[in-house]
């Protein structure tokens, strides 16, 4: 129940975007949040990456080919999205705005250069850095499938050694030493007062 709200205070943050280095668990976060906080809605994102083992679509990600992907791009469908990896990524723009004027928080979980976007065209975002306990922990779960050649493995360290540089610009860094705690903090600024203005 409400007892009091100031009109200068919105309900909560209503688009948190979680963003971080490869390896660092955000996927693991956001299952978590899917799961386990009704007051939260993580966006699908559409992708052109063929789905792994497991993966839905329409739960994990809307899968898709490249021109449907670059039809959406003109269509000004998404509300921000990148190639990574050799792939595309999209955040779908009117799901979002439907979740949000529904009072819903919504919550993308993106990598760096979608999260700049997202800085640059929506002002009350808040977004949140999730940054691994130390380096030699994310080097250890980047490089654990010891899949990698040489060469791919020392490429996975470098990009992710620019991906930690590019914390300073955002809200937030949060560690991920637990993803009930990182989960609890997400949840508690989705439903924290805001100032409007
Ligand atoms: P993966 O292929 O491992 O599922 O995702 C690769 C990367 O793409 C991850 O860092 C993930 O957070 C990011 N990603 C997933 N969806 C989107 C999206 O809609 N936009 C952007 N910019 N990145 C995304």
């Not at 966006?43 to 670059?70: L, N």
């Not at 979608?114 to 980047?142: H, I, K, M, N």
């Not at 490429?155 to 991920?176: G, P, Y």
Request: charged fraction near 25%.
């Amino acid at each position: 129940m409400i007892y009091w709200r100031s009109s200068n205070y919105a309900k909560g943050v209503e688009l948190i975007v979680l963003s971080g280095p490869g390896g660092v668990g955000k996927s693991t976060v956001s299952e978590y949040l899917r799961k386990n906080a009704e007051g939260i809605w993580v966006s699908v994102s559409m992708t052109t990456r063929a789905p792994r083992d497991g993966e839905i679509d329409g739960i994990d990600y809307y899968f898709c080919s490249e021109s449907e992907f670059k039809a959406k791009i003109d269509e000004g469908a998404f509300l921000e999205w990148a190639h990574f990896a050799g792939n595309y990524y999209g955040t779908p723009r009117s799901a979002v705005a439907a979740e949000i004027s529904a009072g819903r928080a919504v919550l993308l979980e993106i990598e760096i250069s979608g999260a700049r976007q997202v800085r640059a065209a929506w002002d009350s975002a808040y977004l949140v850095f999730l940054a691994p306990p130390s380096f030699s922990e994310l080097e250890r779960r980047l490089l654990g499938r010891g899949t990698d050649t040489p060469e791919r493995a020392a490429q996975r360290l470098e990009i992710a050694h620019e991906e930690m540089a590019q914390s300073h610009w955002f809200d937030e860094v949060l560690i991920n030493s637990s993803v009930e705690e990182v989960a609890a903090r997400l949840i508690a600024l989705a439903s924290q007062p805001r100032q409007i203005g």
